[in-house]
């Protein structure tokens, strides 16, 4: 299977779906110890509908997580947060196309005409699917250019993203930014290290290495590339990159809830206009929702 070919689940084939898809993920399995490259996974439960309704934005990672525990079949025992970010990325929009692959957006604009489409519906299977490099066989050992340390490198996870949650918690102080960068070390100079040692480590650090440690990052990217989704102008059928918002009503398929808000916060402006007082509520707009022109940040990068 091609990474851009998501198959869009077939109405009339329930019993062929229970048994699983087998789905191919990005990082080709290179971090994997079992060196599995694909899951076996089920589309259709009960629980999406579930794990759904429970979201919300402090909580949609982990119902996502637990989401993707009840629909993959196989390895039995995965648990999701270990897979890559770009491979979990990747399931959790394989999973949302299943569901249904539009995603409406409240207006979308197009970069050259400037024409504005308002109740725009995105086809998610246009979204680019980024394969890992032929080039990234697994964590490799790395010297950086300025301190000659040598630190093996990695993909970082979902328990990565955990780790760097908990570290912030405890040191407001600390850069999220930074670990990002950082907790995907396996080793310095043969040393494990618990993240409060890399981050004392990487304040040493000369501005060469630590940018060294970015351009590995963007260099291992895979996964869905929301930054660079393609969109054709229905206007004037040039095609520009666009930048679909991932957020939790990304898993909302049903447009009621959309709507729902939508109806909430117009009473809610119409009321407080009628009190004389415009808190500045768009009344035909959902707030918080933008599509900005196409800008690649991976590439202007170290
Ligand atoms: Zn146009």
């Known amino acids: 299977m091609k990474f851009s070919d998501i198959p869009v689940k077939p109405k009339d084939e329930k019993q062929e779906l229970l048994k699983g898809i087998e789905v191919s993920l990005p990082s080709k399995g290179r971090d994997y110890s079992e060196g599995k490259d694909s899951v076996l996974i089920c589309p259709s439960t009960m629980n999406e509908a579930k794990f759904i309704s429970e979201m919300s934005p402090e909580t ?3 119902n996502l997580t637990r989401l993707l525990q009840c629909l ?8 999701p947060w270990s ?5 979990r990325s990747y399931l959790f929009l394989w999973v949302r196309i299943q569901m249904s692959p539009t995603y409406q957006l409240p207006v979308m604009q197009c970069a050259r005409c400037q024409e504005v489409f308002p109740n725009y519906s995105y086809d998610l299977t246009k979204v680019p699917i980024i394969p890992i490099g032929d080039d990234y066989t697994g964590p490799t050992e790395v010297s950086l250019p300025k301190s000659s340390d040598r630190v093996v490198l990695r993909l970082d996870t979902g328990e990565d993203e955990q780790a760097i949650q908990q570290y912030v918690k405890q040191d407001p102080a600390a850069s999220e930014w930074v670990c990002t960068y950082i907790q995907p070390i396996v080793s310095v100079n043969d040393k494990k290290m618990s993240l409060q040692e890399k981050y004392a ?7 060469a290495d630590f940018g060294f440690l970015r ?5 291992s990217f895979h996964g869905p590339d929301y930054a660079n989704s393609p969109f ?4 004037c059928k040039v095609v520009s990159l666009v930048d679909i918002p991932f957020l939790p009503e990304f898993y909302l398929p049903s447009l009621q809830f959309r709507d729902a808000m939508r109806d909430a916060i117009h009473s809610f402006a ?3 206009r009628s009190t004389g007082n415009d808190a500045g509520v768009e009344p035909d707009g959902v707030p918080g929702v933008h599509v900005p022109p196409h800008q ?3 590439t202007t990068e170290g």
């Open 60 to 62: 949609y990672q982990e």
């Open 72 to 79: 993959i079949v196989r390895p039995r025992a995965l648990n």
């Open 83 to 87: 897979l890559t970010i770009g491979d």
């Open 201 to 207: 480590w990487q304040k040493k650090l000369d501005p």
């Open 215 to 219: 351009q590995f990052h963007a260099w």
């Open 232 to 235: 054709e102008c229905p206007k």
């Open 270 to 272: 119409l009321q407080k």
């Open 296 to 298: 690649d940040q991976r």
